[in-house]
C-alpha cells in the first residue's frame, strides 16, 4: 500500500529525533501520545479515529508503536510511517481491555521501572480512560505530564508547513470572497455557509476542526457556533469566523459585515478594532513575550473607550489540528510568557460586542512571525464591508 504522507520522511524523522532529544532533556525514557496533532506531526498519522482509545509511543531511542483499533489499521498504513509491524490493533468486543494490551506492549518494549511521559491535555484521552491508563501503570512505570512535549515544538513551523499555511490563508481569502459575495438582504445563511466551505473544498482544502461560526441580527454578537439558520434582513449584521485549511494546516479569520445603513457604533467599533489588530501585528515580533501582543490588544481597545466590549484574550496559536477546535496552544493574553520566534503562525481576534445596543464588530486574521516582525497571510482588505 502506497504511502499517502505530506512532508518527505526525513522531516518527519528529524520531528521525532527532536521529540527524542525533548525527552532525554527532561529524564523521559518514552512517551505516551494521545493527541491526534501530535500523531500527524511525528508520523503523518492521519485519522478521527482518536474519538476510541489509541495511543502512538515514542521511545527516547526512537523506537515506536501504535495502538488503535481495526477500522484505524489501513487508514496507519496508508498515512503514516510507522511501519507495519509496529501498528497494532484491539479489538471490539464486551470487557475490550486496550489499556492492559497497551500495558502488555509496553513490557515488550522494556519500559517497566521506566519514566514516561504521558499527554494527558489530549481530546484522543478522554478521563475515563486516563483514569485506567494511570491505574495500569501503577507499580509498572512513572507516569509524568509532558502534554506540551510535542505542543512546543510544533509551534515553530518548517518552511513545508508554513507553505501549507500559506495555502490555507488563500483559501481562507476564497471563501470570505463568497461571503461578501453573497451577504445580501433575503439571503439565507445556508448558502452563504456552503458558498464558503465549497471555495475552500474546491481549492483542494479539508473541513475546519471547529463548525465555521456564523451569525446575523442578534446571533452576530455570538462567537461560538450555533444550530439554525437565518434569513439576513435589510438592515442587518452577520459575524462570520471561519477558516481555510489545507492538510490539517489553519489559517483563520474573523469578519462582521453590515446590511443596510450602519449604526455609528458600528463605524467607531470597526475602526478601533482595526487600530488594535494592527498594533497586535506590529506587537508580534520575534524575542517578545507573546502576552504583549494582548496588551497592544487591550491599550488600543481600552484607549477608544471599548474595553467594556472586548475580551480577555485575543487570539492563539495556529497550525495543524483536529476536532473539536482550531484554537492551538499558546493563547494570546496578559502575562504569556512564551517568546515568539520566526515560523510561529498566530490567529489574532478584535472580537467587539455591545450587548446593550446589540451592535456586533469582529476582524482577525493570521499572521507568521518573520525575522524581523510579522506578516499577515491573508491578503483581503480590512475595510469595513457594508453590503
Same mark, same amino acid.
Given at each position: 500500500?502506497?504511502l499517502?504522507?505530506?512532508?518527505?520522511?526525513?522531516?518527519?524523522?528529524?520531528?521525532?529525533?527532536?521529540?527524542?532529544?525533548?525527552?532525554?532533556?527532561?529524564?523521559?525514557d518514552?512517551?505516551?501520545?494521545?493527541?491526534?496533532?501530535?500523531?500527524? %506531526?511525528?508520523?503523518?498519522?492521519? *485519522?478521527?479515529?482518536?474519538?476510541?482509545?489509541?495511543?502512538?509511543?515514542?521511545?527516547?531511542?526512537?523506537?515506536?508503536?501504535?495502538?488503535?483499533?481495526?477500522?484505524?489499521?489501513?487508514?496507519?498504513?496508508? *498515512? !503514516?510511517?510507522i511501519?507495519?509491524?509496529?501498528?497494532?490493533? %484491539?479489538?471490539?468486543?464486551?470487557?475490550?481491555?486496550?489499556?492492559?494490551?497497551l500495558? #502488555?506492549?509496553?513490557?515488550?518494549?522494556?519500559?517497566?521501572?521506566?519514566?514516561?511521559?504521558?499527554?494527558?491535555?489530549?481530546?484522543?484521552?478522554?478521563?475515563?480512560?486516563g483514569?485506567?491508563?494511570?491505574?495500569?501503570?501503577?507499580?509498572?512505570?512513572?507516569?509524568?505530564?509532558? !502534554?506540551?512535549?510535542?505542543?512546543?515544538?510544533?509551534?515553530?513551523? !518548517?518552511?513545508?508547513?508554513?507553505?501549507?499555511?500559506?495555502?490555507?490563508?488563500e483559501?481562507?481569502?476564497?471563501?470570505?470572497?463568497?461571503?461578501?459575495?453573497?451577504?445580501?438582504?433575503?439571503?439565507?445563511?445556508?448558502?452563504?455557509?456552503?458558498?464558503?466551505?465549497a471555495?475552500v473544498?474546491?481549492?483542494?482544502?479539508?473541513?475546519?476542526?471547529?463548525?465555521?461560526?456564523?451569525?446575523?441580527?442578534?446571533? #452576530?454578537?455570538?462567537?461560538?457556533?450555533?444550530?439554525?439558520?437565518?434569513?439576513?434582513?435589510?438592515?442587518?449584521?452577520?459575524?462570520?469566523?471561519?477558516?481555510?485549511?489545507?492538510?490539517?494546516?489553519?489559517?483563520?479569520?474573523?469578519?462582521?459585515?453590515?446590511l443596510?445603513?450602519?449604526?455609528?457604533?458600528?463605524?467607531?467599533?470597526?475602526?478601533?478594532?482595526?487600530?488594535?489588530?494592527?498594533?497586535?501585528?506590529?506587537?508580534?515580533?520575534?524575542?517578545?513575550?507573546?502576552?504583549?501582543?494582548?496588551?497592544?490588544?487591550?491599550?488600543?481597545?481600552?484607549?477608544?473607550?471599548?474595553?467594556?466590549?472586548r475580551?480577555n484574550?485575543?487570539?492563539? !496559536?495556529?497550525?495543524?489540528?483536529?476536532?473539536?477546535?482550531?484554537?492551538?496552544?499558546?493563547?494570546?493574553?496578559?502575562?504569556?510568557?512564551?517568546?515568539?520566534e520566526?515560523?510561529?503562525?498566530?490567529?489574532?481576534?478584535?472580537?467587539?460586542?455591545?450587548?446593550?445596543?446589540?451592535?456586533?464588530?469582529?476582524?482577525?486574521? *493570521?499572521?507568521?512571525?518573520?525575522? *524581523?516582525?510579522?506578516e499577515?497571510l491573508?491578503?483581503?482588505?480590512?475595510?469595513?464591508?457594508?453590503?
Amino acid at each position: 500500500m502506497s504511502l499517502h504522507i505530506h512532508f518527505t520522511e526525513e522531516e518527519l524523522a528529524d520531528r521525532r529525533r527532536r521529540a527524542c532529544d525533548a525527552m532525554r532533556r527532561d529524564g523521559l525514557d518514552g512517551l505516551l501520545v494521545f493527541r491526534q496533532e501530535s500523531m500527524y %506531526w511525528l508520523t503523518g498519522y492521519d *485519522t478521527f479515529g482518536y474519538v476510541w482509545f489509541q495511543c502512538l509511543y515514542l521511545g527516547a531511542d526512537g523506537e515506536m508503536f501504535l495502538l488503535t483499533r481495526v477500522p484505524d489499521l489501513r487508514q496507519a498504513q496508508f *498515512t !503514516s510511517v510507522i511501519p507495519h509491524d509496529r501498528i497494532h490493533t %484491539w479489538k471490539d468486543r464486551e470487557g475490550a481491555d486496550p489499556v492492559g494490551e497497551l500495558k #502488555a506492549l509496553l513490557e515488550t518494549e522494556g519500559c517497566r521501572g521506566k519514566k514516561l511521559g504521558v499527554e494527558w491535555e489530549s481530546y484522543g484521552l478522554n478521563a475515563r480512560n486516563g483514569f485506567m491508563v494511570r491505574d495500569a501503570m501503577d507499580g509498572f512505570a512513572t507516569l509524568e505530564d509532558a !502534554s506540551f512535549l510535542v505542543s512546543r515544538l510544533r509551534l515553530v513551523k !518548517s518552511p513545508a508547513e508554513l507553505d501549507y499555511a500559506r495555502k490555507a490563508a488563500e483559501l481562507a481569502d476564497a471563501s470570505w470572497d463568497e461571503a461578501v459575495r453573497l451577504a445580501k438582504p433575503g439571503a439565507f445563511e445556508g448558502d452563504i455557509l456552503a458558498a464558503m466551505q465549497a471555495a475552500v473544498f474546491s481549492g483542494g482544502g479539508d473541513d475546519p476542526a471547529n463548525e465555521t461560526i456564523i451569525g446575523s441580527g442578534p446571533g #452576530a454578537l455570538m462567537c461560538r457556533y450555533y444550530t439554525g439558520r437565518r434569513t439576513l434582513e435589510a438592515q442587518d449584521q452577520l459575524t462570520l469566523e471561519f477558516a481555510g485549511v489545507y492538510r490539517h494546516y489553519h489559517a483563520a479569520m474573523m469578519r462582521t459585515i453590515v446590511l443596510g445603513e450602519p449604526d455609528p457604533g458600528h463605524i467607531s467599533m470597526h475602526a478601533a478594532a482595526r487600530d488594535a489588530l494592527l498594533a497586535c501585528e506590529d506587537a508580534l515580533r520575534p524575542g517578545s513575550p507573546v502576552g504583549e501582543v494582548f496588551d497592544a490588544h487591550a491599550r488600543v481597545l481600552d484607549a477608544a473607550g471599548m474595553g467594556k466590549f472586548r475580551l480577555n484574550a485575543c487570539g492563539y !496559536s495556529q497550525g495543524t489540528t483536529y476536532a473539536p477546535n482550531w484554537m492551538d496552544w499558546p493563547m494570546l493574553y496578559h502575562g504569556n510568557p512564551v517568546i515568539a520566534e520566526p515560523g510561529m503562525t498566530f490567529f489574532i481576534h478584535m472580537i467587539l460586542f455591545d450587548s446593550a445596543n446589540n451592535l456586533a464588530m469582529t476582524l482577525a486574521r *493570521t499572521s507568521v512571525v518573520t525575522e *524581523t516582525g510579522s506578516e499577515p497571510l491573508s491578503k483581503a482588505s480590512l475595510d469595513l464591508v457594508v453590503n
